[in-house]
């Protein structure tokens, strides 16, 4: 009785993290920490600039994902839009490619921020073609695949810019974390997430386990074929 207690207490935490969490949030997470880690890469000389940059990445990240697949539900394409069955998730990841692959071309092409974050939306480009390949045959977590793109994106971070401290602003106040404090922040959240997703027996471990491993590897890997492009 008291175990069954202890995990109805605990549910409600780990729905909370895999909301907080949930894999349309993550380009727009990285993007972010980015602005955090690098702010001077973000300065320019029009704010309208970078209030466009902002809402573009937003947008094509998170607000037209979310759209499309709140129309999809409104529709009856789908049951629901947690996306439960493999077969439910093939429209919104279609969409969602399409939103990202729009969101690299033009970031691309106007060269409107840092090179790395360039490679960061063809990592989760290319993790999301993956998670659609694998989608046929198994239940991919789409949740582990976007926080080992989050793990992947910070890791190149730390050791791809040259800085000494990340400044956090909260409101008037600022919080400073080194290089090594803030991935060790990441790689707790990423096993929370995957662990939430396991508590709540959504997935297979090899689902989860193998979405991280998406995630992470499509990061390293966009980071070098963007440097191969750029040379």
Known sequence: MNNTNSIQRLKPIALAVTYIFHPVFILFYIFLSLTFITPIDFIFSDKKQSIALYGMVAG????????????????????????????????????????????????????????????????????????????????????????????????LFRFAISTSIYKIPFGDYELQLSPNIFLLIIVVISGLVCTSRLFLRTHKPADVYGGCLVGFVSQLFAYKLIEIWSN
């Open 60 to 155: 094509m990240s998170i607000f037209f994902p979310l759209i499309s697949i709140f129309a999809m539900r409104a529709s009856g394409l789908l049951s629901t839009i947690k996306l439960s069955e493999s077969k439910e998730r093939i429209g919104p990841l279609i969409t969602t490619i399409i939103f990202y692959l729009w969101l690299f071309l033009n970031y691309r092409q106007f060269d409107l921020g840092p090179e790395i974050f360039e490679a960061n939306i063809l990592g989760a480009l290319i993790s999301l073609f993956l998670a659609f390949f694998i989608n046929n045959f198994s239940k991919i977590s789409l949740h582990a695949v976007g926080i080992g793109g989050l793990l992947g994106a910070v890791i």
